[in-house]
C-alpha cells in the first residue's frame, strides 16, 4: 500500500470555546479527487485550512508525503515548527480561494511567477515561459498582461488555479471556488478543475457543487458538526446516503 | 408577440438642463472677492513687492531655503523608515515589541515638537558625555554631548524621531487596510513574513499611505521653521535675520511664504505621480495596453498569444 498524499489522524481544532473539528480522520490517495460536502460550520473549510497549516491543530496528527506538518516529534512531545519551516512545507501545497486573493497590484502574469521567483528561486525568464504555459492550460494567455480588476470573476480564479499550480504542489485544496461567482461563470472554473483532475493531480476540493462532486470525483467525504459522517463513492454517497445526517442535507440541497 | 415600437413623438424629446440662480450669485460674490484681494495687494504700496523682488533670489535667502529643503528632505526619509519599523512592531505578536512600539508613539505625539527640539539641542546638560562600550563594562570611546549635538543634528533628531511617531500610525493604517486573505495567499505559497510584507502588503499599503504622507511632508516643510529656536538658519530663520536689520518685515515674510508655496507645489505635483504609480492595478476602468495578440479572437488567442509575440510582452514583464 503506497503512502497517501494526506494522512489526517484525529483532528482538531477549536475556535475559543468552540470545538470545529471534533477528530476528524481520512487518508487522501496520490490522483484522487475527493470532495469535502456539508452545511456551512460543519468545519469543512477549517479542515483544508488545517493541511497547510494555515490553521493550527489544536490536536491529532497530520502528514503531506509522509512529512508531518506543522510539528516535529521528539519521543511523545510535537513541538512547533518555526515560520520559515511551516512555509517551506506549504509551497508542497496548493491553494485555491474562495475569494481568488489574487495580488491586485501584480498582472496575470506577475502573480503566476511571484510563487516561483521569490519561493522558488527559479530564473525569472524560465519563470516567465512557464508562467505563459499555465495561463495557456487555463485558457488565459491573452490575459497575460491584464490586472485582475480587469478580469471578470471566473477568469480571476483560472489566474489563481495557475498561480498555485506554478509552485508544482504534490496536492491542491480548493476552498469553495466556485462559490464567489456569477452562475454563468462556474462552468469555466470548473472545466479547469475538470481537466486538472484528467492530468491526475490530487485535489481536495470543498464544494457544493454536487454535479461535479459525482462526476469528477473519486470519494465524498460528508461532514457536520466537525465530524467526518460518511465517506464513499460520489453516486452511492449522492444518490443512497446511509447516514441520516446525510440525508437530511441532501435532500434540503436537492430539494 | 412582436416588439412595440416607439412613436416619434415618444422618442426623441430633447432635455433642458435645471438653471440654479442662487449659484450664479455665489460665483458673483467669490469672483468680485478675488478681485478686491488682487487689486489691494497690487495698489497697497505697504506690499513692497520691490523689496519682495530684490530679496526673492537674494543669497542668504537661498541659502536658508537650501537648508529648509534639507532638513525637510532627510527628516521625512528618517521619519518614514522609523515609521515603518514602528507600525511593524506595533503589529507584531511579541508583546514587548508592541507596547514599546506604542510608547514610542504616545511619548513623541504627545509632548510638543518645540519642546522635543529644545530638549535635543540642550541634551549635554542631561548627558554631558556620550560612551561607546559595554553596558556596565568597560568603554571603548566616549565624545562630548555638546560636540555631537550641533543644531542641526539636534533639529534632525527631534523633526525625525517625531515624524517617526505619525509615520508609525500611518503605515500601520495602511497595512490593516489590506484584507486578510492577501496575507493568506502570501502564506499558502510558501512566502515568510518579510517577503509577504515587501513583496504583498506594503505595495498595497501605499496607495492608504502615500495621501497622508504628502500631508506629512508638507507639514514637515513648515515645522522646520519651528528649528529657529534652537539657531539652526533654516528659510524663516534667514529672512528673520534680515528684516531685523532693515525693519523690512512684511516683505520679507512674504518672500518666505512664496518660497513655502513654491515647494508646496512642486511637493503636490510629486505626490501626484507617486499616487499614479502606486495606484497600478486598482484602476480597472483603464484597460492595460493590451498586448498585440489580445485583440485576436478570444478562442484562439490562447495560442496565438504564444505563437506571436512572447518577445514583446517579455520585456514588458521585465
Redesign the interface.
Known sequence: MKEPIVRARDIRKSFGNVEVLKGISLDINAGEVACLLGPSGSGKSTFLRCI?H?EKIDGGQLWVQGERIGYRRSGNKLHELK??ET?????H???V?Q?F???????A??NV???PT??QRIP??QA?EEG??LL?RV????????????LSGGQQQRVAIA??LA?KPSVMLFDEPTSALDPELVGEVLDVMRSLADSGMTMIVVTHEMGFAKEVGNVVHFMADGQLVESGDPHQVLEDPREPRTQAFLSKVLA | MTLYQATEDEKGLSIVPARYAGRWVMAGVVVLGVVLLGYGMVTNQRFQWDVVGEYLFAAPVMSGLANTLLLTAVSMAIGIVLGIGVAVCRLSPNPILSSAAWAYSWFFRGTPLMVQLLFWFFMAALVPKLVLGVPFGPSFFEISTNTLISPFTAALLGLALNEGAYMGEIVRSGIRAI?V??T??????????L?TMR??IL??AMRVIIPPTGNETIGMLKYTSLVIVIGYSELLTSVSIIYSRTFQTIPLLIVAALWYLAVTAVLSVGQYYVERH?E?????HK?????A??K?A?VH??????ASG?EA??E???
Open positions: 497547510n494555515l515560520e520559515h512555509a517551506k512545507q506549504r509551497a501545497v496548493g491553494m480561494f475569494q486573493n489574487l495580488f491586485p497590484h501584480r498582472t502574469l506577475e511567477i511571484e510563487g521569490v519561493v525569472k525568464e516567465i505563459r504555459q495557456a485558457g488565459l494567455a491573452d490575459k497575460a498582461n491584464h490586472y485582475p480588476g480587469q498561480r498555485s509552485l | 484584507p486573505g492577501q493568506e495567499a502570501a502564506k499558502a505559497m510558501g512566502m515568510s513574513r517577503q513583496r504583498v505595495p498595497q502606486f497600478r492595478g486598482f484602476t480597472p484597460a492595460a495596453k493590451p498586448a495578440a489580445a485576436a478570444p488567442a490562447a495560442a496565438v498569444a504564444l512572447p510582452e517579455l514588458k514583464v521585465k
